[in-house]
């Protein structure tokens, strides 16, 4: 039995190792290898007899979330809903699996580590091809609002560099900086300017804003990233001054646009669709509207009307302009499809994780582990524009960093350093 769990281990750990590359290129195969890892745990659970994983709280409580989830998209009448709904469990059981088994020796987390480095390594060589000579490996150039797609074909360079810059290169720069050397703390606040100036030149808002909370929190956790972490800053600062002469596309969606937005933010695009949702959420406060919820229902034009009282306005500027695939905020989306229950158990979910993670970070001891942990924060934050949630890859990368974060921290039971 004990041979037969280690091949199922070995299997599940080379599925996990290979994920980043395909949560870059080739969504459908990540999710194979995924649903596969998550197969096998249940697999190995079987066989051992151990179940004890069951007994976390954050597993009862995502158990909990997942039924209510199903049991609003059934009611829902959709039948597409309901089947997605079904098979979402495989992403709360694959973070349990890593959390609880394919994790759970340091050096599967380092080479984890190793993988999603290489993939952050590519992206940076895209973004900075792309910039220096027009075009990615591919030939795609910036997209035509200015934004550099790096590797891909569409504007994602900034959400994805954002995911791997804190679980595949923070660690690098927090690892250089502790070293008792001048050189390695050189080195390190020189690649930290570098990843500073790329996510500037990416040009993308929110990733930016989240990059800038994921770092003031790295320098309250770790106290010699502080001093580089200022220079950075203020390094980044000088950049975006200079934008207008050594990117003019970044300086128009990077400022002039994002402060356009600002300025009357309940009546742009991303005002209109978190006001769509909260609509949404309030007529049906109990069950919400099921997997994909916001999709399906968001063009009903009952959900059309803002909120006066709170200063809002009208919702409908338009009808379809308030909709979306998703409403493109975790939170928003969690409460479109299981009401507010849904909703509150998810942020006790959320509160269970971070507070978890948090009581036994120790960037000292494990840097990777401090990171990670800043990572789970700034993915987590719910004042955010974000991708959806239980879509792959942004789901991959979610539910991996969450489900690798808890499986370092379970070898940390102390304070933190």
């Known amino acids: 039995m004990k041979s037969v769990s280690l091949r199922l281990r070995q299997a599940a750990l080379g599925a996990t190792l290979l994920l980043p ?32 994983w069951t007994q976390k709280p954050w597993v009862r409580l995502a158990l909990l979330l997942w039924l209510l989830i199903l049991i609003s998209s059934i ?25 609880s088994w394919v994790l759970t020796d340091a050096q599967s987390r380092s080479w984890l580590g190793v993988s999603v480095a290489i993939a952050a390594v590519w992206l940076l060589v895209q973004c900075w091809q792309q910039y220096l000579f027009g075009h990615n490996i591919l030939g795609d150039a910036r997209w035509p609002d200015g ?18 810059f804190f679980t595949g290169l923070m660690p690098v720069v927090v690892t250089l900086i502790q070293r008792p050397d001048w050189r390695s703390r050189l080195g390190g606040a020189a690649l930290l300017i570098f990843l500073v100036l790329t996510m500037i030149l990416i040009g993308q808002r929110m990733p930016n804003l989240l990059m800038l909370f994921g770092l003031c929190l790295s320098a309250l956790l770790v106290k010699r990233f502080r001093v580089p972490f200022a220079i950075a800053v203020s390094i980044g600062i000088i950049a975006l001054i200079a934008l207008p002469v050594i990117s003019p596309p970044t300086y128009a969606k990077l400022i002039i646009k994002f402060t356009s937005q600002m300025s009357h933010f309940p009546r742009s695009p991303y005002g209109q669709l978190y006001t769509r949702a909260a609509v949404m959420v ?4 109990w ?10 229902f968001c063009a009903n034009p009952a959900y059309f009307h803002g909120f006066p009282a709170l200063g809002l306005p009208n919702a409908d500027n338009g009808g379809l302009r308030g909709c979306n695939i998703h409403p493109h905020n975790y939170y928003l989306q969690i409460g479109t499809s299981a009401g507010i229950p849904g909703l509150l158990i998810f942020f006790a979910m959320v509160g269970w994780w971070v507070t978890s993670m948090i009581r036994r970070v120790a960037p000292l001891r494990d840097p990777r582990q401090a990171m990670l942990t800043v990572a789970c924060c700034v993915i987590l934050w719910p004042i955010a524009s974000t991708s959806s949630l239980f879509t792959l890859s942004t789901a991959g990368w979610v539910f991996m960093t969450i489900g690798w974060s808890l499986a370092a921290c379970a070898q940390h039971p102390h304070q933190a350093d």
């Open 282 to 285: 309030a007529a049906h406060p």
């Open 147 to 164: 934004s550099l797609t790096g590797p891909f074909f569409k504007p994602r360079a900034g959400p994805q560099f954002l995911l791997v």
């Open 21 to 52: 590359a395909f949560f870059f290129y080739g969504r459908a195969v990540a999710d194979g290898l995924l649903s596969i890892t998550a197969i096998l745990f249940l697999a190995h659970s079987a066989i051992t007899r151990d179940w004890r």
């Open 75 to 99: 009611t829902s009448g959709k039948t597409h809903s309901s089947l997605e709904a079904l098979v979402l469990i495989r992403l709360f059981i694959f973070a349990a699996a890593l959390e």
């Open 287 to 296: 069950l919400g509207f099921g997997f994909d919820g916001f999709r399906d």
